[in-house]
């Protein structure tokens, strides 16, 4: 999914049965479980782990998923399911070459609507944004799908139409049954999330607590609550919430937050335990040749270590996996902390060129701009910035 879409937004894919989470999302795990024998029962099997992954919202889970589809595949006369999970799951960990022989392996599911939203979203990965617009509208003219509505709503936020998105929100949360509370409560956080990102913090926890209200425990709300708690500078409170979340599954971006929440508060040496251990978490997945935190590295090493010449090798990585707004404005921001002005200039006005309209994106760039010596230039940016966010200097999490 692009940005922050979640793996429950495929249709085909939905956990229909919130009890379920209840016999498959215990401590433990996932490769450790009895695989089932019986055919008929293994893509049943599959999909469970995967849905134990996503609800602790666990990557190194959707790595093990990974591999039991591998196995699983073979066993099956007609694994299209399994083929359109194993494209899921690779592009949640950004292995986006193993998303399109996964699309391809059957032609039914590269044509179905399913297949044509991942590839759509592949398309924003690659900073082909018009053509993904078009790919998600032309899925929306035959089917009306919550899945599709959501992604049409990601790329409105993103692209400065946070009214129109929140109205496409809203539409896919019509088109869910009673059944579906998890995903009910996914399309609550983006509306709060499209709330919090123009500092409207009072109707973003109003959404936040609707999807707490909806699907009790689920780590994404518990996120985004303490983000909103740490923007208002409740530090403790928020915390707590995310030492909640990472004791089920490791997470090194969320140390990285704790440490920084630490570091606001004060507390030095609790700061910096948890911010070891998010590097030392970031750099054990980069050694098992994983790809999925080396934006992450790109932020630790421009925003914590104020290292600005690693932010740029790893920044650059992850530009050359996908070229899109994101990469481009990280690699400007790495190239700034590097004392690079008018490379971190040049790659800034690539990341502006995409028409993507945040607050976050036009702070950076007057920052950028300002050290250029384009105070004129910056000014308007970091104006445009205020207008959209008036609290886009706040505590935010690096998703």
Known sequence: MVGRLDGSSLGGLRDRDPANRAG??????????????GTERVTRYVYRLYQRA??????????AVARAIDRAIPFLVHPGDLYLLKANVAFKLHQFAN???????????????????????????????????????????????WGALARLAHFCGKMGDPAGADELYEEAQDDLTAKEMRAFAWLEVQRGFLDFARGRYRQARSHYDRADAAYPGYWLVDEHVAELLAAQDRYADAIAILERVVSAAHRPELEQAIGELYQLAGQ????????????????????????????HLADYYADVAKDGSQAVVWAR???????????????????????RCEEARDWIDRALSSGVATAHLFSQAGRIYAAAGLEAEARDLLDRAMILNPMVDKFHLHH
């Open 24 to 37: 498959y999302c215990q401590a433990g795990g996932i490769e450790a479980q009895n695989e089932p024998a």
């Open 317 to 339: 990585r992850d530009l050359q996996l996908r070229a899109n707004f994101s990469t481009q404005a990280a690699l400007a921001w790495a190239s700034y902390r590097d004392g």
């Open 268 to 295: 030095d040496a609790r700061a910096r335990h948890h911010i070891q251990k998010a590097l030392a978490g970031y750099l054990e997945s980069a050694r098992r040749d994983e790809v999925h935190y080396w934006h």
């Open 54 to 63: 996503s609800l602790a919202g666990d990557p190194t889970g959707l790595g």
């Open 99 to 145: 998303v399109q022989s996964a699309l391809r392996a059957v032609p039914s599911v590269y044509h179905s609507n399913e297949g044509r939203l991942i590839r759509a979203d592949l398309d924003f990965q690659f900073g082909r944004y018009r053509t993904a617009k078009n790919g998600y509208c032309a899925v929306l003219k035959t089917e009306r799908s």
